[in-house]
């Protein structure tokens, strides 16, 4: 499985960005896709993960401004990224897991896959 992100960018504080992800490869192997963010100095943190059931599920700093989705059909999910804050400055990368592991091992950096990654700038 291969992941390409892309949409990432500079934005002021309050705006919005949307991230896609294309996966390509072995799909019928992926069991949830979604994004971690690392910022420089700071732990990983998965930000939106979602099932190939449609499940979804946010961080809490992300909650309420923070949309995860999915087009099965162009092997593709998506983060919309709205309100955004200084702080939401970071690498977002997008995973795969392909064990089916639970949203609590993978937000402990159990996944498999994991694209090259795409700069998020939120100016104040």
């Known amino acids: 499985v291969q992941l390409v992100e892309s949409g990432g960018g500079l934005v002021q504080a309050g705006g919005s960005l949307s991230l896609s992800c294309a996966a390509s490869?072995?799909?019928?192997?992926?069991?949830?896709m979604g994004w971690y963010r690392q910022a420089s100095g700071k732990q990983r943190e998965v930000v939106a993960h979602?099932?190939?059931?449609?499940?979804?599920n946010y961080a809490d700093s992300v909650k309420g401004r923070f949309t995860i989705s999915r087009d099965n059909a162009k092997d593709t999910v998506y983060l919309q990224m709205n309100s955004l804050k200084p702080e939401d400055t970071a690498v977002y990368y997008c995973?795969?897991?392909?064990?089916?592991?639970?949203?609590?091992?993978?937000?402990?950096?159990?996944?498999?896959?994991w694209g090259q990654g795409t700069l998020v700038t939120v100016s104040s």
């Open positions: 995973y795969a897991d392909l064990s089916g592991s639970s949203y609590d091992y993978v937000t402990r950096g159990y996944f498999e896959v």
């Open positions: 979602i099932t190939s059931g449609g499940s979804t």
């Open positions: 490869g072995s799909i019928s192997s992926i069991n949830a």
